[in-house]
């Protein structure tokens, strides 16, 4: 019983460190996301609650999704969003995708616990690293650097690499690439289901 109540004090806390390192200042991002966690409305277990019940099945659950999943990025600004684009070197109409983010040697997090299914380089994609998490993979381009291993196993909010501009870039940026099932989807639906579990409490 002791144990099960330190490791739920862990878990808040952990919950609690989470929420402030994801602070930042609101920025022009069409994302409203990393908004400033009011620490104080953050349920916590008191001590004497703790002694006479542990966390409920609710705030436990609570903390179980809050950790599941996180933003690729700590500030997500829109470079170029995903769809058919006038390409930067070609000057043609062509389908974007994926969607830049504005980086500059930024961390890049897993968004939800998966596998490192490839880390690589090609003249395209520059540095890439490509995770998956059940149906979805998200590839990650135009890296500096990888920090995770082909094979090995993430968590959400992992840091798996450092934006860079590797590749067939223009600049430094991340490009944010999502299949599911194989086939190229608008990653905007894995992220808004990162900013509907961050919602929910
Ligand atoms: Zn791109």
Request: contains cysteine.
């Amino acid at each position: 019983m002791k144990n099960v109540i330190v490791l739920i004090i862990l878990l808040s806390i952990c919950v609690l460190s989470h929420a402030q390192f994801n602070t930042v200042t609101p920025s022009s991002s069409i994302y409203k996301i990393r908004e400033k966690k009011d620490i104080s409305k953050i349920e916590q277990p008191d001590s004497t609650a703790i002694n006479r019940e542990p966390l409920s099945e609710n705030s436990s659950k609570w903390i179980q999704q809050y950790l599941s999943v996180s933003y690729p990025l700590d500030r997500m600004v829109v470079n170029s969003p995903y769809g058919m684009r006038r390409d930067p070197f070609t000057g043609k109409r062509k389908q974007h995708n994926g969607i830049d983010f504005h980086a500059r040697n930024d961390e890049v997090y897993a968004m939800m616990q998966g596998d490192v299914v490839k880390v690589g380089q090609d003249k395209q994609s520059g540095i890439f690293a490509i995770l998956r998490h059940g149906n979805y993979t998200v590839s990650y381009c135009h890296l500096s650097s990888v920090l995770v291993k082909t094979g090995s196993k993430v968590k959400a909010g992992e840091v798996v690499a450092i934006t860079g501009n590797s590749g067939k870039s223009t600049g430094e940026h991340l490009h944010l690439g999502v299949k599911c099932d194989g086939k190229y989807v608008n990653p905007n639906i894995l992220l808004q289901y990162i900013k509907e579990v961050r919602e929910e409490e």
